[in-house]
T-cell receptor
Framework: QKEVEQDPGPLSVPEGAIVSLNCTYS??????FMWYRQYSRKGPELLMY????GNKEDGRFTAQVDKSSKYISLFIRDSQPSDSATYLC?????????????FGSGTRLQVQP | NAGVTQTPKFQVLKTGQSMTLQCAQD?????MYWYRQDPGMGLRLIYY???????DKGEVPNGYNVSRLNKREFSLRLESAAPSQTSVYFC??????????????FGPGTRLTVL
């Protein structure tokens, strides 16, 4: 079983929809959580960064972390065709014994005009 | 600011050939990383350098070597390329607090094909 699980999709939604992307994880030592957006044939671009549990909002994007359930989410409001990309969750922690991020395998999102 | 830059963008090698992938960052980050990305496998860490002068193996280090040339530059070398090394390679950098990496910033990637 992977340490971070992410539904690969593809997730197809109409323009203007609210999108919910999710990851579950098994290591309770994770405490820093990130969402990356990756367009086709490009490098991952950092979208959101949160520490521990709670919500963080940035424009149309909201990141939620529920450490008790080991579950993180990214919500995209008023989705646009330009949001079509692969979304990767990533996480790290002080007590994981490793210095790199642990990534989910990514969810491919398609927003239909 | 250029952020993280990588060269080359594309490369085709024959089995057994060698090559070096170059990476540089201008964000004054201490830590740098090399990942490979394969379909269905996500991003897998090859090697990382927590600070200038140090390097450590990641999840998939076999067949690769690295050099942290200075604080800005971190190169990845394939000594004898194999078809299994066909992949997209990403370099990343981050500030590090203690032993923990926080957000990482990625380069545009190098698409490598080994025939």
């Amino acid at each position: 079983q992977k340490e971070v699980e992410q539904d690969p999709g593809p997730l197809s939604v109409p323009e203007g929809a609210i999108v919910s992307l999710n990851c579950t994880y098994s290591n309770s030592a994770f405490q820093y959580f990130m969402w990356y957006r990756q367009y086709s044939r490009k490098g991952p671009e950092l979208l959101m960064y949160t520490y521990s549990s709670g919500n963080k909002e940035d424009g149309r994007f909201t990141a939620q972390v529920d450490k008790s359930s080991k579950y993180i989410s990214l919500f995209i409001r008023d989705s646009q065709p330009s949001d079509s990309a692969t979304y990767l969750c990533a996480m790290s922690g002080d007590d994981t014994g490793r210095r790199a991020l642990t990534f989910g395998s990514g969810t491919r999102l398609q927003v239909q005009p | 600011n250029a952020g993280v830059t990588q060269t080359p963008k594309f490369q085709v090698l024959k089995t057994g050939q060698s090559m070096t992938l170059q990476c540089a960052q201008d964000m004054n980050h201490n830590s740098m990383y090399w990942y490979r990305q394969d379909p269905g496998m996500g991003l897998r860490l090859i090697y990382y350098s927590a600070s200038e002068g140090t390097t450590d193996k990641g999840e998939v280090p076999n067949g690769y070597n690295v050099s942290r040339l200075n604080k800005r530059e971190f190169s990845l070398r394939l000594e004898s390329a194999a078809p299994s090394q066909t992949s997209v390679y990403f370099c990343a950098s981050s500030r590090t607090s203690g032993h923990t990496t926080r957000e990482q910033f990625f380069g545009p990637g190098t698409r490598l094909t080994v025939l």
